[in-house]
């Protein structure tokens, strides 16, 4: 992660979190409920959401643990925090959110009882710091839930070929988030057992993914991690890009004019012992 620093990276999710998850793409809401139900989230639980972004994950957290419970969402981009902390006082949900760093929270030893993180873990500069902590927070018998990405959908790489020209060398690692501890279901599961986890499961799953059209696509890709490429470019190739883009996704639409993306995610559920 070197050359995107931490501070890089909240101030580009700072730069998103005005249309992030709000632009009608069913995404983080959908991975985010069906980690909560895989690690099986129940009435009166303490929970941290770990880079909470607008809430796609605290908000049905809270929901599921009650009044009786508690969720802490955390955000390195201040954005974030301060957009979902007017959500949750306008939506009166039992949940708070505070301005601070994944990968060394400033929590008590063993505070919560449910550690979640989506699509957070490979943004982080030391993956496996960030995992010991998340495992230092839980109180024993705790368990985390954390989700990355899988394969690329195969459909889509002319897509992504078309951003490569503008990464530099020093960006390189952004283009291979699927490598190294990411690479597998199994490496990741090695390197969650290395942070102090037991009993890890994980499993991949295939979920379609709609855009009503292909500039819809191009729209939605600029309010999430997405953007970084889209930044590299100098402005005054923007125009070119966005064209080749819509021309690689021409042959992707469906008879209704959408595009569709098979997007690969892992969930992986880990315990404190
Ligand atoms: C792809 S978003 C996921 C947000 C949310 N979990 C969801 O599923 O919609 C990644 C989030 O992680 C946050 N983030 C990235 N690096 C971080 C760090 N070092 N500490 C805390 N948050 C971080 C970003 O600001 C962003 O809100």
Same mark, same amino acid.
């Given at each position: 992660m070197?050359?995107y620093?931490?501070?890089a990276?909240?101030?580009?999710?700072?730069?998103?979190?005005?249309? &992030?998850?709000a632009?009608g793409?069913d995404?983080?809401?959908?991975?985010?409920?069906?980690? *909560?139900?895989r690690v099986g989230?129940v009435?009166?639980?303490?929970?941290l959401?770990?880079?909470c972004g607008?809430?796609?994950?605290?908000f049905?957290?809270a929901?599921?643990?009650?009044? /009786? /419970?508690?969720?802490l969402?955390?955000?390195l981009s201040?954005?974030?925090?301060?957009?979902t902390?007017?959500?949750i006082?306008?939506?009166?949900?039992n949940a708070?959110?505070s301005?601070?760093?994944?990968?060394?929270?400033?929590?008590?030893?063993?505070a919560f009882?449910v550690?979640l993180a989506?699509?957070?873990?490979?943004?982080?500069?030391?993956?496996v710091? /960030?995992?010991?902590?998340?495992?230092?927070v839980?109180?024993?018998?705790g368990?985390?839930?954390v989700?990355?990405? /899988?394969?690329?959908?195969?459909r889509?790489?002319s897509v992504r070929?078309?951003f490569?020209p503008?990464?530099p060398?020093? *960006?390189a690692?952004?283009l291979a988030?699927?490598?190294?501890?990411?690479?597998?279901?199994?490496?990741?599961?090695q390197a969650?057992?290395?942070?102090?986890?037991?009993g890890v499961?994980?499993?991949e799953?295939v979920?379609?993914?709609?855009?009503?059209d292909?500039?819809?696509?191009?729209t939605w890709?600029?309010?999430?991690?997405?953007?970084?490429?889209w930044?590299?470019i100098?402005?005054?190739?923007?125009?070119?890009v966005?064209q080749?883009?819509l021309a690689?996704?021409?042959?992707l639409?469906?008879p209704?004019?959408?595009v569709v993306?098979?997007?690969?995610?892992? &969930?992986?559920?880990a315990?404190?012992?």
């Open positions: 070197s050359a620093t931490r501070q990276m909240a101030l580009l999710f700072d730069r998103t979190a005005k249309t &992030y998850d632009l793409v995404f983080f809401g959908v991975f985010a409920r069906e980690l *909560l139900d989230l009435p009166g639980e303490r929970v959401d770990v880079g607008r809430g796609a994950v605290l049905p957290a929901e599921r643990v009650g009044e /009786g /419970g508690s969720v969402g955390i955000d201040a954005e974030m925090i301060e957009r902390a007017k959500d006082e306008d939506r009166g949900v708070s959110v301005l601070m760093d994944a990968q060394e929270p400033t929590l008590p030893d063993a009882d550690v989506s699509f957070v873990v490979f943004f982080l500069p030391d993956p710091a /960030g995992l010991r902590s998340w495992h230092r839980l109180k024993p018998g368990r985390a839930g989700t990355t990405f /899988g394969a690329d959908d195969p889509w790489a070929e078309v490569k503008f990464v060398p020093e *960006l690692w952004t988030v699927r490598s190294g501890l990411f690479a597998t279901v199994e490496a990741f599961g969650v057992e290395s942070a102090g986890f037991t499961t994980s499993v799953r979920c379609p993914v709609k855009f009503a292909p500039g819809h696509w191009i890709s600029w309010s999430h991690g997405q953007r970084m490429f930044e590299l100098p402005e005054d190739r923007l125009d070119a966005r080749s883009v690689e996704l021409e042959p639409r469906e209704d004019g959408s993306l098979a997007q690969t995610v892992r &969930y992986t559920v315990h404190r012992g």
